[in-house]
Structures are given as structure tokens and as C-alpha cells.
């Protein structure tokens, strides 16, 4: 059924914070806050919080949904009780001005999570209660390159919502049902839009994706010449390369894997999960000593190779990176995905 | 929603056999769900897996060891090695351990049907290797053959070794047990198992090969089935790696693009042989 409701909103300048205010009366509000000098996707709890201008957020939604530490069960050693679930509460959370790559990863970590047999409850029952409200992307970043990896700096995956600032303010697109409730709950403050703002819209949307400066090479191209390579010279190079730190994975926001362990305090037991990453050693290493992937080179391979390679071929073609340039950008050793990804496509040529 | 896959259910020890003392002693544990719904509902394939959890330890995937033809119980023999399976090795019967799972593909012994079986085991690697052959041997008129040939260090180190002179001296099986260094009261081979493979050449008419033990066992006894005619589909083994959720989520036991823990343990040599050498 097609809806008869304006599926744009307009919200003025001056009207933002009263916004953020009404959305705090909604649920857990997470928005851009200032830390330092870096900008963290984090609760607020008043509007005031709210970063207006802000570099790329250090973190991603990964947070949200599969949270660095959790409580997966309980227990106590002693009691009559085995042990006890410990499901996260399902409280309404509204993400506020995430950017759609990160938005759109969410999609590679409901491929692991909501896979069946065995869909992950801790993981479903916070992403069922995720509500997503974007803000495009008027001024890429210098490592963003969403635009070769079938993504764009005004892409809706996932979202609610996408807002596109324009000179007096800001325009709401609804794309769900829940986006359109929420303009409705706010229709005190959005306004219509004139012919004007939709031309404006229109030119950042155009402009963003000229200022995408990087490019990666055809990542279905890449995906394909993987394929043979997986004793390619080029995972040691990197492999050399790397100090093995894990930043990467931490900031991808499309990595899920994670360790479990128990772990006890005061007298009461945790089965606790915790990010892991494919980048340390103890990842893959068995009791007897052996290791799978006993070197940097290998390890890098496992990252590159499951993104671009592995993903695809469990899940329809799809790529597990978006291009939001993080891992490249905070490498403390200067490790540019696209650069590797540049020596797959030669690498690659030589071999076909 | 369906259930939480990672609450383990409580299943209290029946029975702890000693099968090998030393420092990597094997006992085998005989466990009974609390739960009788938990029972009836933990249906499996001969090797298929399970998540052992020891609270405030951890959790280990080990391998069924019995069969579901055997009893309701089910069974793990278990070597004292890494962080949880020490722990096991300390518990005692009555006490309560976690299980949850199954897990895995197991073996495909529906497929198997018609066919003679030829068992290859060294090491703690009899664990899968008998929960099928118990099977088989539980469902005897639906296979041909069934031989098992099994390895040890030494005579002190044979797993399940009066169970396995049982199943010899009913001729339901031939059994050919071996150790890898003489001993004076050793009548059997001595020599590492594929070599007494290679001595007593099976035929590889209308048989499926199933070889289970050491990396280094697997290779070479994979190369003496080849050459005894045994195509690559016709001979299985069983894969690991380190795993931490059993269920396909946390991202570790991944051989190029197969999750072991899903899609294996259980593969064919023609499927290992399409894989990267990513173990």
C-alpha cells in the first residue's frame, strides 16, 4: 500500500535541538558527542550533547547492536540454580545522525547474527529496537570511498530516516514506517518543503559524490581474484608490514567475531562475551599448540580474504565493507586497504 | 523466539571410566541430561558435536562418543590437554556439567547404507570414529564389512581398548590394534596405523574409508587409501579448529569460506581437497 503521507520533512536550523529533545522523550537517544578531539557515537541525554559539526565518530553501530562486553549468562558455582540467561532489556533506542555506511554494515552483521539455525537472541533483541536516523554525508571524508563499494554518502540502508543538511536547515526523508512515526510525533516542528530546498537537496546530494576523492578497485573483480589467491606472495608483504595491534578489526564496523569466557567477582560467575579479533594469534590457536594461522601474513589474508572473499560466497555476492576508510585511516603502521586491495587486482592479473 | 543456543543444560555425571593414565589420560564421561524434555529433544548423528561447559573454566566442543543407538546417556571421552578438559579430568560422579549442541553435520551413515566401512583411528581420534562404528555396529545387517584399524603410542595409551577385543571376538568387526613402539608383551603390529593399513591392504570395493587421529596420521593414512584404490569422496575425516560459540556466530573456525563448526566437522577428502590450506 502506498502511503499518502509526505514521505519529506522539513526541519528548520533553529529547531534541531528542540528535535533532539523530543526524541530523548522517545527512547535512549544516541548521537555524535565531542570527546576530546575525537567525536564518539554515544548516549546523550540532552540535546545539547549533540555535536552539530563532526568528523567521522571514532566508533560505529557495531556498539549497539553487539556491545564490546556483554553478560551472557550467570552463575554461581554453589547454588541450586545451573545457571541463568541474562537477555539484554528491550529498550527503544534511537540512533541520531549515524552515516549510512555505518548504517548499511548493520546488514553484514544481521547475516551472522539473525543466520539460522541458530539466530543469536542477545544480538536480535537490540537490533529489533534500534531505530536509525541518518545524516547524509554533504562532505566526505578524506578516506571515505562508499561510492566504488556499491554504497553512497546519501544511501538509506537500514535507515529510518536520511537528513540532508541545506542552507536554513535540515530535510528528513522517511523511509520506514517507523521514520514516518517519528515525523508524525514531531509534526509541531517539521515543516513542509519548498521547491527551493528540494533543488538544494538535490546538489549536495549530487556534490557529496564528487568529493568521494578515493576509489577502490571493482570490489566483484576483487572478489573473483581472491578466489586463486590465497598463496599469493602479497599476504606476506602486508603481513610484514603489520604489528598485528587488531585496530582494524575494532573500528570495522562490519567485523562481528567475538571471544566467550567465564569470569568470577564477589562470588558470582559471568559467562562474558567480548570483541575478539582475527588479527591475534590466540585467535586461532589450538590446545596442542597448533595454529592455522601462525603468521601476520596469514592473519591479514583472514581479514581481507573473509571481507572480500568468504562474505560474498556465504551470502549472495555481498561484500563486507562499505568503504568508511577507518581501518586505513587509524593503522598505526599507514596499512591502506585500498592499496592491497590495488595489489589484488595486479596481483591477479598476472595470474589469470 | 527460539531458544537461547548459548545456555548450556545441566547433565550430571553417571559414570567416569579411566581409559589411558598419564599426563594425557582419557576417561570417558557418561552423562544424563537433568531435563527429560532437554533429553528427548537432544537428537544427534554419530559425529556430531557438543559444547562442554565446566563454570568458571569454560567451554570445549568435544565429540560425541557414543551412539544415539546406545542409550539415552550420552558419552565423551575426553583427554586431559587445555583449559576446561583439565578440569573435567577433577570432576566426580554426581556432579553437574553443561551441554549444549548438538552441533555439526556428523557423519552421513544413512548414505553409508550397503556399503563396507573401513575405520582408521589414532590417538584420542577413536572418540568420533567409535560413535559410528557403534552405530553401524548397533544397525549391523544395513552395512557390509567393518574393520578398525586403531593406533596408539603404546598399549597403555589404547582407548576403549576391552570394548574394542569385545567387538573383535564377536566378529561383528575385524579390529587390527597397533602401537607405535615395541613391548614386550605386544603381540599385535607395531608401527604407526597406516602402515598396518599398507600391510593388511582392505580392499576399496563398494567401502567407505573413515580416518580420524593426528594431522601427520591423516595424511599419510589418507595417501595409502588413495593408493588402495579409494576414491576422494569415499574417504572422510573429521576437521578442527579452535572454536569458541559452536554455532556459526563468533568467526574462528573457518577454513576459507567453511565454518567448521557448521558445515563440518565431517568432510570428504575430495571437499578437503578443494579447501585452502587454511588448518
Known amino acids: 500500500m502506498v502511503s ?43 540535546a545539547g550533547e549533540l555535536a552539530e559539526d563532526f568528523e567521522q565518530t571514532r566508533n560505529n553501530l557495531r556498539t549497539i547492536v553487539e556491545p564490546q562486553n556483554e553478560i551472557l549468562l550467570t552463575y554461581q558455582p554453589s547454588a541450586e540454580l545451573f545457571c541463568e540467561e541474562n537477555l539484554p532489556e528491550e529498550k527503544q533506542k534511537i540512533v541520531f ?48 570511498f562508499c561510492s566504488s563499494i556499491g554504497g553512497s554518502p546519501f544511501g538509506k540502508d537500514n535507515l529510518d530516516i536520511v537528513m540532508t543538511r541545506v542552507d536554513r536547515g535540515y530535510i ?46 571493482d570490489p566483484s573483480d576483487i572478489s573473483r581474484k581472491l ?22 578489526t575494532y573500528l570495522c564496523p562490519t567485523c562481528w567475531c567475538f571471544d566467550i569466557n567465564d569470569v568470577e567477582s564477589r562470588g558470582k560467575g559471568y559467562r562474558i562475551r567480548t570483541w575478539d579479533s582475527c588479527q591475534f594469534p590466540l585467535f586461532t590457536l589450538h590446545t ?19 571481507k572480500y572473499n568468504y562474505h560474498p560466497i556465504n551470502y549472495g555476492g555481498r561484500i563486507a565493507c562499505v568503504g568508511c576508510g577507518r581501518c586505513s585511516e587509524l593503522c598505526p603502521m599507514d596499512i591502506d586497504l585500498i592499496s592491497i586491495l590495488e595489489d589484488i587486482s595486479k596481483a591477479g592479473e598476472k595470474d589469470a | ?19 589411558t ?9 557418561t552423562v544424563d541430561f537433568e531435563d527429560e524434555n532437554v533429553s528427548s529433544n537432544f537428537k544427534y548423528r554419530p559425529g556430531q558435536l557438543a559444547m562442554i561447559s565446566v563454570f568458571g573454566r569454560g567451554e570445549s566442543m568435544i565429540s560425541m562418543t557414543s551412539s544415539p543407538t546406545m542409550s539415552k546417556s550420552l558419552q565423551f571421552a575426553i583427554m586431559r590437554y587445555g583449559r576446561v578438559t583439565s578440569v573435567l579430568h577433577y570432576l566426580e560422579i554426581g556432579e553437574k556439567i553443561g551441554v549444549r549442541g548438538p552441533y555439526g553435520n556428523g557423519f552421513p551413515v544413512a548414505d553409508w547404507k550397503g556399503k563396507s566401512l573401513l575405520f582408521i583411528g589414532g590417538g584420542i581420534g577413536i572418540a568420533p570414529l567409535r560413535s559410528a562404528y557403534m552405530y553401524a555396529l548397533d544397525n549391523r545387517k544395513d552395512y557390509g564389512e567393518i574393520s578398525i584399524f586403531y593406533g596408539a603410542r603404546s598399549s597403555q595409551n589404547i582407548v576403549f581398548r576391552k570394548e574394542l577385543e569385545s567387538i573383535a571376538q564377536s566378529g561383528k568387526a575385524k579390529v587390527e590394534l597397533s602401537i607405535d613402539k615395541p613391548e614386550d608383551d605386544w603381540k599385535g603390529f607395531v608401527g604407526f596405523v597406516p602402515a598396518n593399513v599398507k600391510r593388511l591392504s582392505p580392499t576399496s570395493d563398494n567401502t567407505i574409508a573413515i580416518a580420524c587421529g593426528p594431522v601427520v596420521m591423516i595424511k599419510v593414512a589418507i595417501d595409502e587409501l588413495l593408493s588402495l584404490g579409494f576414491a576422494p569422496e569415499r574417504i572422510f575425516t573429521t576437521m578442527e579448529n579452535k572454536m569458541k560459540c559452536g554455532i556459526g556466530k563468533c568467526g574462528r573456525c573457518n577454513i576459507g569460506s567453511v565454518l567448521v563448526c557448521k558445515k563440518g566437522p565431517v568432510f570428504s577428502y575430495d571437499q578437503i581437497q578443494k579447501m585452502p590450506r587454511d588448518f
Request: proline share 8%.
Open chain 1, 172 to 217: 528528513l526523508e522517511y523511509i520506514t514506517e517507523n521514520g514516518q512515526e517519528i515525523g508524525r510525533k514531531m509534526s509541531d516542528i517539521i515543516q513542509r518543503l519548498t521547491d527551493d530546498d528540494m533543488t538544494e537537496m538535490r546538489k549536495v546530494q549530487e556534490n557529496a559524490d564528487k568529493m568521494i576523492r578515493r576509489k577502490a578497485p
Open chain 2, 21 to 29: 593414565s598419564g599426563e594425557r589420560a582419557v576417561r570417558t564421561f
Open chain 1, 4 to 46: 499518502k503521507e509526505e514521505p519529506l520533512g522539513f526541519l528548520p536550523k533553529e529547531k534541531l535541538k528542540e528535535f533532539v529533545q523530543e526524541l530523548l522523550g522517545l527512547g535512549v537517544v544516541l548521537a555524535p558527542k565531542k570527546e576530546g578531539d575525537i567525536t564518539i557515537m554515544q548516549e546523550i541525554r540532552t
Open chain 1, 288 to 306: 596442542s599448540s597448533h595454529n592455522p594461522r601462525p603468521d601476520k601474513g596469514s592473519r591479514v589474508r583472514q581479514r581481507v580474504m573473509h
Open chain 1, 227 to 248: 578466489s586463486s589467491m590465497f598463496e599469493s606472495p602479497i599476504w606476506k608483504k602486508w603481513g610484514d608490514k603489520c604489528i598485528g595491534c587488531g585496530i582494524c
Open chain 1, 97 to 144: 545522525w549515524c552515516r549510512p555506511c555505518d548504517a548499511r554494515a548493520i546488514s553484514y552483521l544481521d547475516d551472522n547474527f539473525k543466520d539460522e539455525p541458530f539466530p543469536d537472541p542477545y544480538y536480535i533483541r537490540r537490533r529489533d529496537r534500534v531505530l536509525l536516523i541518518g545524516l547524509g554525508c554533504d562532505s566526505p571524508f578524506p578516506y571515505c
Open chain 2, 1 to 19: 523466539m527460539p531458544e537461547n543456543p548459548y545456555l548450556p543444560h545441566a547433565a550430571v555425571v553417571r559414570d567416569i571410566a579411566q581409559e
